[in-house]
């Protein structure tokens, strides 16, 4: 079956820097998403990798391993704003979606 | 970005009664939308996804006569929950995918809440 594996919850202090892993078992794959989502809002997109390595897009980075099946999402320079959850999904061979669970991150002061 | 909305983004309505939810694509065409709902502390649960001027497709477990969906132009979808019952209440969410978006790069809407008394 397919899979995705994410921490339920981390806990993280304003101003430093977190890593929020993701593991995934699908059937293909043509690329892997991160969200964000804040409470009673809906998800905005973060990041797409399709090719091993690191993406930086500013606070944000997201890092891929097909072989190993393994992303994570480095968010830099914690904000109390980034109190959210993370959503990571896979797009499988066909082009579905498939989401985990999500992670909430607590960010403290 | 592209923007997608939603309405309503609350609603409040009977145990039996029909509630209609919209998502429309503002600024883009939308060749296909999907419906997700959302139980609290819990992820995206694909329902359905619609394309332009043909059925939608229910994953697994969705009935498709409780919930209408109608994509019948490029920048409107609706879902129709019918005879609605408390257990329905949930936040459904809708989001779309235009041409020449990057891959799977989805535009959500808002999220509608629905409760049902």
């Known amino acids: 079956g397919q899979n995705i594996d994410q921490p339920t919850e981390m806990t993280a202090t304003e101003g430093a820097i977190v890593q929020i892993n993701c593991t995934y078992q699908?059937?293909?794959?043509?690329?892997l998403f991160w969200y964000q989502q804040h409470a009673g809002e809906a998800p905005t997109f973060l990041s797409y990798?399709?090719l091993d390595g690191l993406e930086e897009k500013g606070r944000f980075s997201s890092f891929l391993s097909r072989s190993k099946g393994y992303s994570y999402l480095l968010l830099k320079e914690l904000q109390m704003k980034d109190s959210a959850s993370y959503l990571c999904?896979?797009?499988?061979?066909?082009?579905?979606?498939?989401w985990g669970a999500g992670t909430k991150l607590i960010i403290k002061p | 970005g592209a923007v997608v909305s939603q309405h309503p983004s609350r609603v409040i309505c009977k145990s039996g009664t029909s509630v209609k939810i919209e998502c429309r694509s503002l600024?883009?065409?939308?060749?296909?939308m999907f419906w997700y709902r959302q139980f609290p502390k819990q992820s995206l649960m694909l329902m359905a996804t619609?394309?332009?001027?043909?059925?939608?497709?229910?994953e697994q477990g969705v009935e498709k006569d409780k919930f209408l969906i109608n994509h019948a132009s490029l920048t409107l979808s609706t879902l129709t929950v019918t005879s609605a019952h408390p257990e329905d209440s949930s936040f459904y969410i809708c989001?779309?995918?235009?041409?020449?978006?990057?891959?799977?790069?989805?535009?959500f809407g808002e999220g509608s809440r629905l409760t049902v008394l």
């Open positions: 990798n399709v």
């Open positions: 999904a896979v797009m499988d061979s066909n082009y579905q979606l498939i």
């Open positions: 600024d883009f065409q939308a060749t296909t």
């Open positions: 699908t059937s293909g794959f043509n690329g």
């Open positions: 989001s779309a995918r235009g041409t020449g978006t990057e891959i799977g790069e989805l535009f």
């Open positions: 619609s394309n332009e001027g043909s059925k939608a497709t229910y």
